[in-house]
């Protein structure tokens, strides 16, 4: 126990599955019937037959085959004093007929057979011409043409019964039942992590030196369910995947092997968690196949697993130890088993968990658009400009054209207020900023109609509306050929147009 404690640490803990030993805490349990034995055999017997008995005898070499090796000792002794009994009465016969019992001492008569004088003597000739034997005191004569017909007779008969009774001793002593001894399987199956994968598994070994050619293993699930029709289905039987489709089911069974079938969507134990496991009812039944080597005939074992003898949270001890030039198998912990940490849910439960996004993870992603990202869609997208990129509706609403582009985002933008009714109408610093030639184009026009969005609302009138519907004209550059050339230090109201400095004048 210290060396095992030392090989796989102090946390695990060697489980002895030893049925023998009975625990006073544990609730004992009610052993309910099994579909198939620990030891391979089915519990299910045939009753009701009626008229298909009849089956049995038509396929009689079979039937004596199956037959258990009493029944088989009997038939064979029977069968053979049986026929002697008679071929002896026949010879007897042959003899009293023809009055050879009554000169059996005479030596000037011929009988039939030589030296028969009664029933135990004719049995003697059989037995001696049977069993070719020969010992030359009893001897058929040439007088006694019956006699040669009931000669061949015996030899065609005798040489039937020999071949009919004695193959089958040989094919029953040489059935590969027996070597289906020397295969062992595992007490109990255990359910744990491999690979980061819940998985059932259960040991197979081999007791012999001699290999099993072309072994190959098969489990089934033996369950009684209903389906959705409403029918019944008592002991239905479901494949276990335990590598099929790659090729793991193909056993080279020389040293102990671990046999591991997947839980995945596609398993019957999709939904089994630990709680589960103590109220479900099923059987697993594993069926292992190979050639023996020896014979080159079929050989096949079985066993079985319940529920009560599926420990989850267990996996088996290494028995595979390397020696000094061999390697070493200990079959004495074959079916030992330690605990290690298992989660107690099922497959579909550790999905379910992971499938649900976490509110911690999950980023709130907010989109901001300023009015320099319109500017840039306005002009048209730039390739390699990340950080201001319009949406799909800016982006159609850009290629209709410039003006109702404008229009339409101005009036997205000012819904609860109203735009300034004209030029005149706006503060002295945006009139300078608009009126300034050389140096307003299309995109500060832009960007001026919407810096006019939130000012107070201002009446309308006629002339305005009928000067908005009518399409933009270019600022002129006024000139001054009389008068002194603009320098920097002047006032700005000087670079405005006539109308709007008198406009201003007004003010």
């Not at 030899?155 to 002593?173: H, N, R, T, Y």
């Not at 019944?232 to 479901?238: E, M, T, V």
């Not at 390739?383 to 850009?398: D, E, I, N, R, V």
């Amino acid at each position: 126990m210290a060396a095992l404690r030392r090989k796989f640490g102090e946390d695990y803990q060697v489980v002895n599955t030893n049925r023998g030993a009975t625990f006073p805490s544990a609730p004992v349990k009610k052993k309910r019937q099994r579909f198939v034995e620990k030891n391979g055999r089915c519990n299910v017997q045939h009753g009701n037959l009626g008229g298909e008995t009849s089956r049995y005898l038509s396929d009689l070499f079979t039937t004596l085959v199956d037959l258990k090796w009493r029944w088989n000792l009997l038939i064979f002794i029977l069968t053979y004093t049986i026929a002697w009994l008679v071929m002896a009465s026949m010879w007897w016969i042959i003899a009293y007929i023809r009055g050879d019992l009554n000169h059996g001492h005479d030596a000037s008569y011929t009988p039939c057979v030589a030296n028969v004088y009664n029933f135990p003597s004719a049995f003697l000739f059989f037995i001696e011409t049977e069993a070719t034997i020969g010992y030359g005191y009893r001897y058929i004569t040439e007088k006694c043409p019956e006699g040669i017909i009931l000669f061949l007779f015996q030899s065609l008969l005798g040489s039937i019964v020999d071949a009919f009774l004695i193959g089958c001793m040989f094919i029953k002593m040489s059935q590969p039942k027996k070597r289906a001894e020397t295969l062992m399987f595992s007490q109990d199956a255990v359910i744990s992590q491999r690979d980061g994968r819940l998985c059932l598994m259960f040991r197979v070994g081999n007791l012999r030196n001699s290999h099993m050619v072309s072994a190959q293993i098969r489990c089934k699930l033996i369950k009684s369910r209903q389906t959705p029709e409403g029918e019944f289905l008592p002991l239905d039987q479901c494949e276990l995947d335990v590598g099929f489709g790659t090729g793991a089911d193909q056993l080279f069974l020389v040293s102990p092997l671990t046999i591991c079938h997947e839980i995945n969507p596609k398993s019957p134990f999709f939904d089994l968690s630990q709680r589960s496991l103590m109220n479900e009812q099923f059987e697993i039944v594993v069926i292992l196949e190979g050639i023996v080597e020896t014979t080159g005939m079929t050989c096949q074992a079985r066993t079985s697993y319940t529920e009560d003898e599926v420990l989850w949270g267990h996996r088996f001890l290494p028995v595979m130890s390397l020696e000094e030039g061999f390697f070493r198998v200990d079959y004495s912990q074959f079916h030992s088993t330690f605990e290690v940490p298992t989660p107690p849910y099922s497959v579909k439960e550790y999905e379910e968990k992971s499938s649900l996004p976490s509110p911690l993870l999950t980023p709130h992603r907010e989109r901001v658009f300023s009015m320099d990202c319109l500017e840039t869609g306005e002009e048209g997208p730039h390739p390699g400009s990340a950080s201001c990129k319009l949406p799909s509706k800016l982006q159609k609403m850009s290629s209709s054209g410039r003006e109702d582009l404008q229009r339409k985002v101005l009036r997205l933008s000012s819904q609860h207020s109203e735009k300034a009714s004209s030029t005149g109408d706006l503060p002295l610093k945006l009139q300078r900023l608009g009126s300034s030639p050389g140096q307003v184009d299309g995109e500060a026009r832009f960007h001026l109609k919407a810096l006019k969005v939130g000012f107070q609302p201002m009446a309308m009138s006629t002339g305005d509306l009928h000067q908005r519907s009518l399409p933009p004209t270019p600022a002129a550059i006024p000139t001054q050929p009389h008068g002194p050339p603009h320098t920097p230090s002047g006032r700005p109201e000087d670079n405005l147009p006539p109308k709007l400095r008198k406009m201003n004048a007004d003010r």
